[in-house]
């Protein structure tokens, strides 16, 4: 089995910082790309950050100049420093990874965190 377990959310005011942790466990053959999305109440999931095994990242252009996205292989682990944040950022949270596990290593299996809620509010 593999899991992803994020952290790093809670309440910030605007103008402030957040840093998201993703780690991926279990029986892992090799982790392929890395990303965040978010889902605001009323809203369909989006797009935040991804970022590729050979580290090249994309970003929505509602956070570019404000999120950076980064991982570390070692750990299979991948982050999210929010900085600047707006109450418009304020969302539930979702890593994503795409992982070959150690049962099947010629497929690419997509899996999901459970979430973290983002709230931005004076």
């Known amino acids: 089995q593999v899991q992803l377990v994020e952290s790093g959310g809670g309440l910030v005011q605007p103008g402030g910082s957040l840093r998201l942790s993703c780690a991926a466990s279990g029986s892992i053959f090799l982790v392929n790309n890395m990303g965040w999305y978010r889902q605001a109440p009323g809203k369909q999931r989006e797009l935040v950050a991804t970022i590729s095994s050979g580290g090249s990242t994309n970003y929505a252009d509602s956070v570019k100049d404000r999120f950076t996205i980064s991982r570390d292989n070692a750990k299979n682990t991948v982050y999210l420093q929010m900085n600047s944040l707006k109450p418009d950022d304020t969302a539930v949270y979702y890593c994503?990874?795409?992982?070959?596990?150690?049962?099947?290593?010629?497929?690419?299996?997509?899996?999901w965190g459970q979430g973290t809620q983002v709230t931005v509010s004076s």
């Open positions: 994503n990874m795409v992982i070959k596990p150690e049962w099947a290593r010629a497929v690419s299996y997509n899996y």
